[in-house]
Nanobody, 122 residues
């Protein structure tokens, strides 16, 4: 599976962005997909994940109510709608795919996209 993340940008606090993760590969529609983020000098941290058919979603506490993860398997794409952005959301955002299910632990994600930069100014 190959993943390509896009949609990042530089915005002001309170704005919205939608990230996309487009996949190639026949098994994508059976995998869970997650978004992680990595700010400068920090560990890559979990943001949100979605199971293969979109019926199960898990969010990191700080993004609950502001971010929404969704997927369109016909397009082999997973989205992360980010509303009410805050400066602390600034990071490089990565999408990952896992055959294990919608879990938070990075170790279970076998395939990764290249990352897209999100910068939120106050």
């Amino acid at each position: 599976v190959q993943l390509q993340a896009s949609g990042g940008g530089q915005v002001q606090a309170g704005a919205s962005l939608r990230l996309s993760c487009v996949a190639s590969g026949q098994s994508f529609n059976t995998y869970a997909v997650a978004w992680f983020r990595q700010a400068g000098g920090k560990e890559r941290e979990f943001v949100a994940t979605i199971n293969w058919n979109g019926s199960n979603k898990v969010y990191e506490d700080s993004v609950k109510g502001r971010f929404t993860i969704s997927r369109d398997n016909a397009k082999k794409t997973v989205y992360l709608q980010m509303d009410s952005l805050k400066p602390e959301d600034t990071a490089v955002y990565y999408c990952g795919a896992s055959p294990k299910g919608p879990i938070k632990q990075r170790i279970w994600y076998d395939w990764w996209g290249q990352g897209t930069q999100v910068t939120v100014s106050s």
